[in-house]
T-cell receptor
Framework: KNEVEQSPQNLTAQEGEFITINCSYSVGISALHWLQQHPGGGIVSLFMLSSGKKKHGRLIATINIQEKHSSLHITASHPRDSAVYICAVGTRNQFYFGTGTSLTVIP | DSGVTQTPKHLITATGQRVTLRCSPRSGDLSVYWYQQSLDQGLQFLIQYYNGEERAKGNILERFSAQQFPDLHSELNLSSLELGDSALYFC?????????????FGPGTRLTVT
């Protein structure tokens, strides 16, 4: 049983498209994190959410605590957004990760 | 640059051996997390230290152990290595104890067990 489910697993988009990646979880959480992993392997934290919505540049992340669901949106996608996006949920003393969404943005 | 350093970048060793991975957290951060990323399992949480004390444990094998030193750097020790231990090992640091603090990831150590 996976505590964190992400969809889609793979996503190909044309440059400029609006992209949505979804994350559902089954445990009670303290926070939800969206991470970005580039082909070289490095991981960058994009957002930490415990409620509501956050925006950073072209990235928007939302969370619905009651529905145990979060979305990551990328507006006006660009080839440099090509990466794996990983949803992670933190409970009181554990972290659970989704399997990641591999995004490819074509020029 | 996240400010978190990990050494070595790459490590190749044989089954049955023991290795030590090192992590230096971002300046001022008290929490260090260790994660394993393998092709078949994805990212998994191993263990968390906060200000020198173990605070949370995930899917860490008994053959693995970690510690955090007074200068806050941390080491992950992997012993009796098996082929399945081949993976990327990341450490991350954060300012606080709870999981709602933003984490800063190191570049990772790629371990290959032959």
């Amino acid at each position: 049983k996976n505590e964190v489910e992400q969809s889609p697993q793979n996503l190909t988009a044309q440059e400029g498209e609006f992209i949505t990646i979804n994350c559902s979880y089954s445990v009670g959480i303290s926070a939800l994190h969206w991470l970005q992993q580039h082909p070289g392997g490095g991981i960058v934290s994009l957002f930490m959410l415990s409620s509501g919505k956050k925006k950073h540049g072209r990235l928007i992340a939302t969370i619905n605590i009651q529905e145990k669901h979060s979305s990551l949106h990328i507006t006006a996608s660009h080839p440099r957004d090509s990466a794996v996006y990983i949803c992670a949920v933190g409970t009181r003393n554990q972290f659970y990760f989704g399997t990641g969404t591999s995004l490819t943005v074509i020029p | 640059d996240s400010g978190v350093t990990q050494t070595p970048k790459h490590l190749i060793t044989a089954t049955g051996q023991r290795v030590t991975l090192r992590c230096s957290p971002r300046s001022g951060d008290l929490s260090v997390y260790w994660y394993q990323q393998s092709l078949d399992q994805g990212l998994q949480f191993l263990i968390q230290y906060y200000n020198g004390e173990e605070r949370a444990k995930g899917n860490i094998l008994e053959r693995f152990s970690a510690q955090q030193f007074p200068d806050l750097h941390s080491e992950l020790n992997l012993s009796s290595l098996e082929l399945g231990d081949s993976a990327l090992y990341f450490c991350a640091s954060s300012a606080g104890l709870q999981t709602y603090y933003e984490q800063y990831f190191g570049p990772g150590t790629r371990l290959t067990v032959t």
